[in-house]
């Protein structure tokens, strides 16, 4: 199925531990987000990649590093993880060469800190 | 981005239309609304969006007001699968710019 997918969907990291969270997407999106999300709060941007080859910052970028590898994937990595990263953390897709149309996102990663 | 202003909560009967409304006083003329969901921690699944027409789709209807700044997402037939957080978000759509999402609707579809 056509889609946006997330590995791991599940991960318990020690404070200090570093990790990196895959995203892929098979509908030829040129846009790839990282959101955030604590409990009961909105998504909040981390990073995004306008296109492949750039990378900008977001709401909330201080701890994580991202590589948009190639059109297909856009990874995040937690260097040394802590307690405050605590979250569920969404991917998402969107086309912005075609006419308006909305987001494509992942099931999510719910990382725990310890 | 012009930020979105929703109930907190609502409650809508199994069956019967229900009505998400949205303020977006200060959009521009550039800006388009979008509704997606949340359901259950879930990621978010996009509904609808639109400019200033009112839109239709397979899963809902978008009615925004002539002056634009206000609109309601109407799902015709809740089912209990609907309970969700839904969220309004205008934005442009030129840009690598993001989603603001805010805290949403909490739609509960009552049997």
């Known amino acids: 199925n056509a889609g946006v997918t997330q590995t791991p969907k599940f991960q318990v990291l020690k404070t200090g531990q570093s990790m990196t969270l895959q995203c892929a997407q098979d509908m030829n999106h040129n846009s790839m987000y990282w959101y955030r999300q604590d409990p009961g709060m909105g998504l909040r941007l981390i990073y995004y990649?306008?296109?492949?080859?750039?990378?900008d910052k977001g709401e909330v970028p201080n701890g994580y590093n991202v590589s948009r590898l190639n059109k297909r994937e856009f990874s995040l990595r937690l260097e040394s993880a802590a307690p405050s990263q605590t979250s569920v953390y969404f991917c998402a897709s969107i086309d912005r060469g075609r006419v308006p149309s909305g987001y494509t996102f992942g099931s999510g990663t719910r990382l725990t800190v310890v | 981005d012009a930020k979105t202003t929703q109930p907190t909560s609502m409650d809508c009967a199994e069956g019967r239309a229900a009505n998400l409304p949205c303020n977006h006083s200060?959009?521009?003329?550039?800006?388009?609304v979008y509704w997606y969901r949340q359901i259950h921690s879930q990621g978010p699944q996009y509904i609808i969006h639109g400019l200033k027409n009112n839109e239709t789709n397979e899963m809902a209807s978008l009615i925004i007001t002539e002056d634009r700044k206000s609109s309601t997402l109407i799902l015709p037939h809740a089912t209990l699968r609907d309970t969700a957080v839904y969220y309004c978000?205008?934005?442009?759509?030129?840009?690598?710019?993001?989603?603001?999402f805010g805290t949403g609707t909490r739609l509960t579809v009552i049997p």
């Open positions: 200060t959009i521009s003329g550039n800006e388009y």
């Open positions: 978000i205008v934005r442009v759509q030129t840009g690598a710019n993001n989603l603001f």
């Open positions: 990649s306008a296109s492949e080859g750039t990378t």
